[in-house]
């Protein structure tokens, strides 16, 4: 589920009558999500200009965490160490609210089979990188 994370103290505020931009990056999961709300509120207040940049989760943290962006979108939330160090060395608070939620979905590809069935311990495995191969026992018994 991604989120966003931002900062408010102190980013990129513009004088009054200049344009406010306020710059973003991270999750290319919900990317497409926000590039929607960017252009639907660029018709709404168009002394407001927001960016967002699909670099990835990892790339949207460490960037909000830095400073160089004002807000990130990342696939899960921060930790608490994280929190801890953002507001250590920002002295502000990171604020995060879930946007989006996505959903893996098992996918196959095998000659000759039609149907795959899945029990919810061999799917779990399959995620942990536990089942790595399609005739594992713990598939082939279903």
Not at 10 to 30: P, Q, Y
Not at 77 to 94: A, G, I, K
Request: hydrophobic share 40%; aromatic share 10%; glycine share 10%.
């Amino acid at each position: 589920m991604p989120f966003l994370l931002t900062a408010l103290p102190g980013s990129n505020r513009a004088a009054f009558g200049d344009v406010l931009e306020i710059k973003g990056d991270g999750s290319t999961l919900a990317s497409p999500m926000y590039a929607k709300w960017i252009e639907d509120y660029g018709k709404v207040d168009p002394k407001v200009r927001f960016t967002y940049v699909s670099n990835g989760s990892g790339a949207g943290i460490h960037d909000v965490m830095i400073g160089t962006v004002d807000f990130a979108g990342t696939d899960g939330p921060l930790n608490n160490v994280q929190m801890l160090d953002f507001s250590t060395h920002r002295n502000c608070e990171l604020l995060h609210f879930p946007t989006a939620l996505g959903a893996d979905v098992p996918v196959f590809n095998l000659s000759g089979i039609k149907e795959l069935n899945f029990t919810p311990q061999a799917l779990a495995r399959i995620y942990l990188g536990k089942i790595t191969t399609w005739n594992d026992p713990e598939i082939a018994k279903v």
